[in-house]
């Protein structure tokens, strides 16, 4: 079979041309854009199936160096989250992150009561089946590489490889779910956030002056931004000697250095709406790249040696947390607008990642408005809370198979 090897900077620029193939799709395909299916996820899906279908015939395998640049790009995105988090959405959010914290372990919960449920009566295993619940699904491929192993030394053979395979069909369900979910929330109850992508762009064209960009500005708000990865980084280092036994995401810190960062600069040098336009501008960038590069490199034909069984069980989870989001989480968090979106992120890390729930949430207020409160709390959820409760709730459920 032929080897395909990207180094680094062609792996960059190949993800760049996926990109601009999938902004280019959305224009050619209004359904793709009428339903919130992003850029990101349609140019990189297209190459992942298209690179399955060569490696399964045995005629080309791809293989990147993305690893480095793809946390890069990760906690830039996170760090640009944080820095949006003024004083007053910190103060907004503090009631909806304890609401939305009840409602991600309540889904975690009840995602490992539909595994092995309806594992009981397909006749799987239930250590098995539990490798289609919360582990891969609201813990995505860290998780399914982190408890695999331990149903596999419980004896459940095989764990692993369908924990890993289920958490790679989260992803994809993730994309491919969380857009239309949110466009059907909207127009269904006639929500509108702040100004659209499209309403921002006329803006811009009637007032260009104002929006001309800055040498400076633009400096300044990448350099804020390294510093915030820089703390970030350097926090995670205090904390694993501090506390060991606890293994925070990198990507949360980098959003806490975001955050203080921006609460530090308002204090002492004053709100300057013109940088925080910069800032969200490097956090796109950031989001397209590493949303691509991860959907483009997943290895779809892992989900082969899934069984007809195992698809039913996943099918069943990507089921419940439509239904969990619209009908528990779009009501309890408030049924407006900001409501809409947070459920529409919580069907991305509930499937597997927080990235999917940042690509989707994006193509949903490109379309519909800007969510600034959505794009605080989801990560905060699922980056971080979720982590801990759902890392004691499959404990939980592992030990009673013991």
């Known amino acids: 079979m032929l080897q395909i090897k990207l180094d680094m900077f062609q792996t960059l620029a190949f993800t760049v041309l996926l990109i601009w193939l999938g902004?280019?799709?959305?224009?050619?395909?209004?359904?793709?854009?009428?339903?919130?299916?992003?850029?990101?996820?349609?140019?990189?899906?297209?190459?992942?199936?298209?690179?399955?279908?060569?490696?399964?015939?045995?005629?080309?395998?791809?293989?990147?160096?993305?690893?480095?640049?793809?946390?890069?790009?990760?906690?830039?995105?996170?760090?640009?989250?944080?820095?949006?988090?003024?004083?007053?959405?910190?103060?907004?959010?503090?009631?909806l992150?304890?609401?939305?914290?009840?409602?991600?372990?309540?889904?975690?919960?009840?995602?490992?009561?539909?595994?092995?449920?309806?594992?009981?009566?397909?006749?799987?295993?239930?250590?098995?089946?539990?490798?289609?619940?919360?582990?891969?699904m609201t813990g995505g491929h860290g998780n399914a590489a982190s408890f695999a192993p331990i149903a596999e030394q419980m004896g459940a053979t095989g764990a692993v490889e369908v924990a890993i395979a289920a958490a790679t069909f989260g992803l994809i369900s993730g994309c491919i779910v969380g857009g239309p979910l949110g466009n059907a929330i909207v127009q269904k109850y006639g929500l509108k956030g702040n100004s659209t992508a499209e309403e921002i762009?006329?803006?811009?064209?009637?007032?260009?002056?104002?929006?001309?960009?800055?040498?400076?500005?633009?400096?300044?708000?990448?350099?804020?931004?390294?510093i915030a990865c820089g703390f970030g980084a350097t926090l995670l280092v205090i904390l694993k000697r501090v506390l060991p036994g606890v293994n925070l995401p990198i990507h949360v810190l980098c959003m806490l250095g975001g955050l203080i960062i921006r609460l530090v600069y308002d204090n002492f040098i004053g709100e300057d709406e013109a940088l925080y336009e910069s800032i969200d501008t490097l956090g796109e960038i950031s989001l397209a790249m590493f949303v691509t590069m991860s959907i483009m490199t997943m290895?779809?034909?892992?989900?082969?040696?899934?069984?007809?069984?195992?698809?039913?069980?996943?099918?069943?989870?990507?089921?419940?947390?439509?239904?969990?989001?619209?009908?528990?989480?779009?009501?309890?968090?408030?049924?407006?607008?900001?409501?809409?979106?947070?459920?529409?992120g919580h069907t991305g890390f509930g499937l597997?990642?927080?990235?999917?729930?940042?690509?989707?949430?994006?193509?949903?207020c490109d379309?519909?408005?800007?969510?600034?409160?959505?794009?605080?709390?989801?990560?905060?959820?699922?980056?971080?809370?979720?982590?801990?409760?759902?890392?004691?709730?499959?404990?939980?459920?592992?030990?009673?198979?013991?």
Request: charged share 15%; glycine share 6%; with cysteine.
């Open 23 to 95: 902004d280019y799709l959305r224009k050619k395909f209004p359904i793709l854009k009428k339903y919130c299916i992003p850029s990101a996820v349609v140019g990189g899906l297209l190459f992942a199936i298209i690179a399955c279908v060569l490696y399964v015939n045995g005629i080309m395998e791809f293989k990147f160096d993305s690893k480095t640049t793809n946390t890069l790009f990760y906690c830039l995105f996170f760090a640009a989250s944080g820095a949006a988090a003024g004083l007053s959405l910190l103060k907004k959010g503090g009631k």
């Open 201 to 226: 762009a006329e803006m811009e064209k009637a007032n260009q002056k104002e929006f001309v960009m800055n040498k400076a500005r633009s400096l300044n708000a990448a350099c804020l931004m390294f």
């Open 299 to 344: 290895k779809l034909w892992q989900l082969a040696d899934l069984a007809i069984p195992m698809f039913i069980l996943l099918i069943a989870q990507v089921v419940f947390i439509s239904l969990f989001a619209v009908l528990i989480s779009f009501r309890l968090l408030g049924k407006n607008y900001d409501a809409a979106v947070m459920a529409v």
């Open 352 to 364: 597997g990642a927080v990235p999917v729930s940042m690509a989707t949430m994006k193509t949903v």
């Open 97 to 136: 992150i304890v609401i939305f914290s009840i409602l991600a372990a309540a889904t975690a919960f009840f995602q490992n009561v539909v595994a092995v449920g309806l594992g009981k009566v397909l006749g799987i295993d239930p250590l098995i089946a539990l490798m289609t619940g919360s582990i891969p």
């Open 367 to 402: 379309k519909y408005g800007y969510s600034k409160i959505a794009f605080f709390v989801v990560p905060v959820i699922g980056g971080l809370i979720s982590n801990f409760t759902n890392a004691a709730i499959i404990t939980f459920f592992l030990n009673m198979f013991k």
